[in-house]
């Protein structure tokens, strides 16, 4: 068995190719020069060099012009799937370039999942089914630090998080609510300040959750103003122990709007600090995506404050 070996590979250009399709379809090197705006011995010039590299004539040249020969009629074949991939590909790159294909990585705390995030990348995904979403839930803190690190390309975070060098949008506030077992003490009246529930225990989230740090507290009280008796990790524990009758939670009206909450009252806080803001977060210092970009400025768009039915 012969094995055929070539010394070197004949480096082909996009544009000689087109020009040796015009000669195919003009039948003329004089009339394909004029069609690409060259003058014929430019032509000339690009298809014997061609030629010359390939180690074999594709055109019969005669009085009346010129037409491809037996190599030149098969190079066109090629050429012509050849034009038609690279357009193909110029049209895929182009989706990259626009930003209606990619992918993007989105980092966010509870509370902005629950603020209607979720819908609004359903409907992002209707209108650029090309571009990829991976969506990572974690605390306020973690979603900074995803994107200082470049872990995720846009985070969602409580406005009061520390932020270094990166910079933020607004993106939502939600009102803060006092929780409370439909037969507690407070659970009738249409407002409450939040001194006035320091005298029941208090659940609160993690530690190092926004809502954690906050533990429902005004950003003067002091540690004896804050009685926290309870920290879990989920807004579904929270509830659970409220509902249980372990004490009262100051949540987002936002979660408690998405999670049911079955034997609990939610009691507007009068205090003018009672909201949660959130804030979108990116890094300056990074050159995003242009999905990523899309993506950001439809979330900066939708800006809002979420309200009780």
Not at 3 to 20: C, E, G, H, I, N
Not at 191 to 203: F, G, N, Q, R, S
Not at 219 to 233: K, N, R
Not at 264 to 283: E, G, M, N, R
Request: proline fraction near 6%; aromatic fraction near 4%; hydrophobic fraction near 45%.
């Amino acid at each position: 068995m012969k094995t055929k070996v070539q010394a070197s590979m004949p480096r082909f250009d996009l544009f000689t190719l087109q020009l040796v399709l015009a000669v195919q379809a003009t039948g003329s090197v004089a009339r394909a020069a004029e069609s690409m705006h060259l003058t014929a011995s430019a032509v000339s010039k690009r298809i014997l060099e061609l030629e010359d590299q390939l180690g074999t004539a594709i055109l019969e040249r005669h009085s009346q012009g010129a037409r491809l020969n037996p190599a030149g009629v098969a190079l066109s074949r090629r050429a012509q799937s050849i034009l038609k991939e690279f357009h193909s590909l110029q049209d895929d790159m182009a989706d990259f370039t626009n930003g209606t294909a990619g992918s993007i990585r989105l980092a966010s705390n509870t509370s902005g999942l629950a603020c209607g995030l979720a819908d609004q990348l359903v409907s992002f995904n209707c209108n650029y089914p090309d571009v990829r979403i991976s969506v990572r839930e974690a605390t306020s803190i973690a979603v900074v630090q995803a994107v200082a690190e470049g872990w995720a390309d846009i985070g969602i975070a409580s406005a009061q998080t520390e932020l270094g060098g990166l910079t933020a949008r607004p993106y939502r506030s939600t009102p803060l609510v006092l929780a409370v077992p439909k037969d507690h003490p407070l659970s009738q009246r249409k407002a409450v300040l939040y001194a006035d529930t320091l005298a029941y225990p208090h659940i609160g989230r993690a530690a190092d959750s926004a809502l954690g740090r906050l533990a429902g507290a005004p950003p003067a009280a002091t540690p004896q103003e804050v009685a926290l008796d309870s920290l879990v990790t989920s807004f579904s524990a929270v509830f659970s122990l409220v509902r249980a009758g372990a004490g009262v939670a100051v949540v987002p009206l936002s979660p408690t709007q998405l999670i049911t909450v079955p034997d609990i009252a939610l009691v507007p806080l009068k205090d003018a600090w009672a909201k949660f803001d959130l804030c979108l977060v990116c890094d300056p210092g990074i050159i995003m995506s242009p999905a990523a970009s899309r993506l950001l400025n439809t979330l900066s768009s939708s800006t809002g404050t979420t309200k009780a039915d």
